[in-house]
């Protein structure tokens, strides 16, 4: 469907450019929940998992073998796979495939500092001139956005390659190198191989490494303490993508619920006064045109407050991409609604990035 072409919502009925036709429902309905609502939900994201074959849906199976690296805590049964589609129950056991201390599947490569980084307006990294950040682009995610803007990783899950092992990693991190940012995909489903590999760099360039996560912060609780300690450390940030706060609204968008997210999240900030400068903690929200509008962010910003003030917060502009291509850029008269809605929660740090996007 080309974008701005006439679609309604299948619920309410209301017409807007806004409805995405993946899902076909408005982000009022899916707020509001129901048995139809849920169907659809559940239609659209098996439809985009079908190809990659990953199951539909966050694997549940009584008494099955359950992973606990993320806060899907996937339970398998004989011959499934987690949700991440690195975990599969195989002779009643439960095997990781990649993403531990042995392995990770990844792609990386040098990205010149200052880069286009989510937390570039606050990070020391920005000041780095003439180094380089060792941008680690992880094959796997504990999420199924809808939006996402970087679902080629979804190609690195399917063949389970290329597979570095920490030392590898940790080797690539030269005298050049200033930074080492996990992002993909998501950090989370590979938390203990980058955990090693960050280990590993730290202690051969002598701390002159800052280590830095962008994730939706659904990793294991002791797995984000491993991370802050390591990004406190080293003059890093873990910088935590939310994409709604709605519940409902979360889990029709992702594929997955929020409250690991939002939980963690709250013990990170409860870290910032180890280290205030430069920012340990950022976070960001994608505006999504229709879906994560204003009153969203202003939902989001008001969370973010209650724990920090100083907190940083990044607005994204939107790229149709994924599933969503459908939809609109993000206007600019969106970015700035929301950037009015997060000051007025309270928060002092607010940025609108990707602003050349905007339309």
Known sequence: MVQGEGKSCVICGRASPEVSQILGVCARCL????????????????????????????????????CR??????SLGEGEKGYCGLRKVRNGKLRHLSGTARGGVLEYYYDPLPTNCVADWVCAGSRDR????????????????????????????????PVFNPRELAEAADERTGCICYFGGDPSPQMPFAL?????ALARRGGDLRICWESNGSMHPGLLRRALDLSLESGGCVK???????????RALC??????????????????????????????????????AAGEVGRIAAFIASLGRDIPYSLLAFHPQHAMR??????????????????????????????????
Not at 130 to 145: E, H, I, Q, W
């Open 240 to 250: 935590f993508d939310l994409k709604a706060f709605h519940p409902g609204l979360h």
């Open 196 to 200: 090693r590999a960050s280990e590993l």
């Open 130 to 161: 003439g180094r380089y950040n060792l941008a680690v682009f992880l094959g796997a995610c504990s999420f199924d956005c809808l939006f996402c803007q970087n679902v080629q990783f979804r190609l690195l899950t399917a063949r389970l390659a």
């Open 255 to 292: 594929g997955a619920e929020n409250k690991r997210t939002l939980d963690n999240f709250a013990y990170a900030a409860s870290r910032v006064p180890e280290r205030p400068e430069p920012p340990p903690l950022v976070a960001s929200t994608l505006l999504v045109p229709g879906y994560v």
């Open 69 to 74: 690296i993320c806060g899907n805590e996937c």
């Open 31 to 66: 707020a509001a929940g129901g048995e139809e609502v849920e169907r659809l939900v559940r239609e659209a994201h098996a439809c985009v998992r079908a190809p990659f074959e990953l199951p539909a849906e966050i694997p549940r199976v009584v008494g099955g073998r359950t």
């Open 326 to 359: 459908d939809l609109p850029v993000t206007s600019r008269r969106q970015a700035e609604e929301c950037l009015a809605a997060a000051r007025e929660a309270g928060l002092t740090r607010v940025h609108i990035g990707n602003i050349h996007l905007l339309r």
